[in-house]
């Protein structure tokens, strides 16, 4: 893989989901930096409030909302100001701007598998793609890959734990090929780690979504507070990293302080730590093969007081498991866990199913929608795995509910 851009030009980048945890993370660094980041183009489903305050502050080229009337509402709001920017709607309006010539640098940060068309785009047009999306990943593995290699783009890992990673390893296995044992993925293990899981039927999503070191999006706190979203990461990392499933392991590590370990052949371990903050990855990914200064506050090794490490305990958290399972199914199944996962989710913060439920909805799915060869080659197969699963999540849902 090849860098698009010189140290020294200035990135045109844009923010896919820009109004999120990670987008207005993303913008934080970048404004920190004006010599370097020039945002040409932003994003949002529904914030239109918070997009036209971006817009102001960035003047980009472009902003894009997936529907028209937000679209029509920020156009009206921006009317006036002098701006250059020029507001679309649609889903084409996404992947078009990902894959615009006048873009070097594109930050997916789009939660779900919504994401996955813009991220393909950018990778077929030879983007430096900063991956905080995981969801696409888990979606199209193979297929994403292919679309980073054959296109040129430069993939780089958003996610803390892959970005730890990646900075103990290069995503060029010729590189360490050999060499590696196997990774550990850490994980905090959220806001239920000591919770007696007898009582996981009664959690509410306030509860739920209130990470004990991480401040996230909705999805991504729910993702947490089961462990489905370490079960997300190992399928990320298996293709990031082009590991087989067995090598990535997974480690509670309550202090969120080591980002996750490389154990190499000969024992040695390889570990990335920093504060639990986002702007740290973000900050690496937009200025590889540099460092800038990302506004994350330093370590204070004197005052860390201990890290400790435990087991993930299958009974508290078995959605962690459906990943190695998913992996060793056929090309797809991650597809069809990852769409369950989405709508029981949004059923759960919805307050339509219990917490509880969403393994259950996720197992049962994985179980009842089986890929049929060749579906997980292409993006029409994919999107119609992605939509059989969550037909099925919903229907199962319902049925249970009535
Ligand atoms: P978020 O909910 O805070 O933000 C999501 C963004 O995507 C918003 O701007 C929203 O408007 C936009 N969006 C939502 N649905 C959309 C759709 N259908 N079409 C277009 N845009 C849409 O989420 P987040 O916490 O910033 O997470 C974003 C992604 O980054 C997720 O995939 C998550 O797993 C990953 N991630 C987040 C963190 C974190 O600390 N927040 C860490 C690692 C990885
Ligand atoms: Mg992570």
């Known amino acids: 893989m090849r860098p698009t851009t010189s140290a020294a030009a200035v990135q045109r ?47 980009p080229r472009w ?18 100001h002098g701006l250059k920017t020029e507001v679309l709607s649609g889903a084409q309006a996404l992947s ?93 293990g959220g806001p239920f780690r000591q919770r007696d899981p007898s009582t996981f039927a009664a959690v509410t999503p306030q509860q739920a979504v209130a990470h004990p070191n991480w401040v996230m999006g909705r999805k991504i706190s729910v993702d947490s507070a089961t462990m489905m979203n370490k079960a997300l990461e190992v399928i990320e990392a298996r293709w990031l990293f082009d590991l087989q499933p067995q090598q990535i392991r997974v480690v509670i590590h309550p202090q969120s302080i080591i980002h996750s370990m490389v154990v190499c052949r000969d024992g ?38 201990a890290l400790s490490f435990e087991a993930a305990d299958e009974r508290r958290f078995p959605g962690l498991y459906l990943s190695w399972q998913a992996l060793q199914a056929p090309d797809g199944c991650t597809a069809v866990l990852n769409a369950a996962n989405e709508v029981a989710v949004a059923s759960f913060l ?32 994919l999107l119609e795995l992605d939509a059989r699963a969550r037909h099925c999540a919903s229907a199962w849902m319902k049925a249970r509910a009535a």
């Open 96 to 188: 078009e701007m990902a894959a615009h010539p006048q873009v070097d640098s594109v930050m997916a940060a789009i939660v779900g598998a919504a994401g996955l068309a813009p991220c393909l785009a950018a990778a077929s047009a030879g983007k430096r793609l900063l991956l905080a999306n995981k969801e696409a990943l888990v979606v199209a593995g193979g297929l994403f890959m292919r679309a980073v290699r054959d296109g040129g783009a430069t993939l780089l890992p958003i996610d803390s734990e892959h970005s730890a990673i990646f900075q103990c390893l290069p995503l060029d296995r010729a590189a360490w090929s050999g060499t590696v044992d196997h990774i550990v993925l850490t994980a905090s």
């Open 13 to 59: 980048l844009v923010v896919l989901g820009s109004t999120g945890s990670i987008g207005c993370n993303t913008l934080d660094v970048a404004a920190r930096h004006p010599d370097r980041f020039e945002v040409v183009g932003l994003s949002a489903m529904q914030r239109v409030d918070d997009l036209a305050a971006q817009c102001l502050r960035f003047n």
């Open 63 to 80: 902003a894009v909302m997936p529907d028209e009337q937000p679209a029509r509402r920020l156009r009206d709001m921006l009317r006036g």
């Open 268 to 305: 040695s371990v390889l570990a990335q730590l920093g504060t639990p903050d986002m702007r740290g990855p973000i900050s690496y990914g937009l200025s590889f093969p540099e460092r800038i200064e990302s506004g994350a506050a330093r370590i204070d090794f004197p005052t860390l007081g």
């Open 350 to 381: 919805d307050g339509r199913i219990g917490f509880d439920a969403i393994h259950a909805v996720n197992a049962h799915t994985m179980e009842t929608v089986l890929p049929e060869a060749g579906m997980a080659d292409s993006l029409p197969g």
